[in-house]
């Protein structure tokens, strides 16, 4: 039987929300849709989008997160999961198993992604190079 009392409904419209800067990275903006509310904390959901460069990338790093999902909605990105240089376009669907070592190194300039991460307070870890990172393609005008 589902328990109905431990979350609640939510319904955010397409044109509700911004797009805000100050999440886990500044080269992104990240528009909540309202699913860590809901779940008290579960679960989190948000759309994140290019807002600079990949000068530097996000460095390696892991999560200390049950579950991660990455839905690429527009554009792509470049990953090393590992030692496995793994490009992400629309349409893919990534579940990044937990503690994977990984680091986004590259992406378009209209790359969007829908990230779904459980617990909503998933903490980043940096670590140790796996391996070289190829450098990013530079933005044209």
């Not at 948000?46 to 999560?63: C, F, Q, S, Y």
Request: glycine residues 8%; hydrophobic residues 40%; negative net charge.
């Amino acid at each position: 039987m589902l328990d109905r009392t431990s979350t609640l409904f939510s319904h955010l419209k397409g044109d509700q929300g911004d797009y805000v800067s100050g999440g886990l990275r500044d080269f992104f903006l990240y528009r909540d849709l309202g699913i860590a509310a809901a779940t008290h904390g579960k679960v989190i959901a948000h759309l994140v989008k290019a807002n600079m460069p990949p000068d530097e990338g996000t460095g390696w790093h892991r999560h200390e997160a049950d579950f991660q999902i990455v839905i690429m909605l527009k554009g792509w990105a470049r990953f090393m999961y590992e030692d496995q240089d793994t490009l992400v376009q629309a349409g893919d669907c990534v579940h990044q198993r937990p503690g994977i070592s990984h680091f986004l190194f590259d992406y378009s300039p209209d790359m969007e992604y829908l990230e779904i991460v459980s617990p909503a307070d998933f903490k980043s870890i940096d670590v140790e190079p796996v391996c070289e990172v190829p450098k990013p393609v530079p933005w044209t005008s």
